[in-house]
């Protein structure tokens, strides 16, 4: 089932960033997967001559809630393509107060908050436990914070997002509670795609869209999807900025962070006891293991 690697590069876009512009050689392919059909067809192209992916998260006019995304099938649909790094558009509630609308967090730290969510490829008969200390890609996550800074966003680097299960916004305690646990922003998509992204061995980082103070803002006001659409507008252009930017000074060999080879030591079944159907199942990710 595999193919020629399409892309190098992903990018995978949140509320309100619908598109790619200047993509040459454009076109669109639907990708199936052993989990289901990814929420939308790829666009594939090519910018700045580097071949790129590009999936809207909850498919396109936004459809799919964020709990009822088949992240598994986006995932591997993307590691089917050949993508190496991932970059993930996600718009977030802050829970700093020098974390402002229209700013963007890199964060490097991942809370999961999620109650319902499937957050592995492996099971049935194969069981794999990949590292997660680092969830986000140092490396990824180092390049789209200068180039943020470079064309003159206002960038936060180093953080902890918290991921929820909405689809609705917080309560005002829970808000405070997320503040006294230390979290940076809130948002409902980085898990389970980040734990997944590690298993497939793709570089993952998030350009966090902060587009609200979430609740525990006294003067803010009550999160509206009016205010997060505004703030989000700008923070698109910003996004797709530093996404067309960042890709040219991506490194063409992956080395020094924790994702290229994340499955050499964390499948601990026995070889000979994983069913064949699933070892054909996952073959593109753990064939080179088995």
Known sequence: MGMP?????????????????????????????????????????????IPLAFLP????????????????????????????????????????EELAPQHILVPDQLYDHTKRRVS??????IVAHVGFAQPFCPTLSGILYETGRSVGVSMHHGGTYICMEGPQFSTKAESEV??????????MTAVPEAKLAREAEICYATLACVTDYDVWHDTAGEVTVEMVIENLLQNVDHA????????????????????????????????????PEQRATLDLLVGKYI
Not at 9 to 24: N, P, S, Y
Not at 178 to 186: K, L, T
């Open 5 to 49: 690697a399409a892309a190098r590069v992903g990018i995978i876009g949140g509320t309100g960033f619908a598109d790619v512009e200047g993509l040459q050689d454009r076109r669109d392919v639907h990708i199936a997967t052993p989990f289901g059909p990814p929420s939308d067809a790829f666009t594939l192209g090519t910018l700045h001559g």
């Open 57 to 96: 998260r909850h498919g396109r006019g936004h459809r799919i809630q964020p709990s009822d995304l088949n992240a598994r099938a986006n995932i591997f649909g993307f590691k089917r393509l050949g993508v190496e790094h991932l970059i993930s558009i996600s718009a977030c509630g802050s829970l700093r």
């Open 120 to 125: 592995t490829f492996f099971g049935n008969g």
């Open 178 to 187: 997320y503040r006294g646990w230390g979290m940076d922003v809130i948002g």
């Open 240 to 275: 797709k900025n530093i996404v067309r930017r960042a890709i040219d000074v991506l490194p063409s060999e992956r080395d020094g962070c924790p994702c290229p080879d994340a499955l050499a030591n964390a499948i601990i079944t026995a070889p000979e006891t994983i069913p």
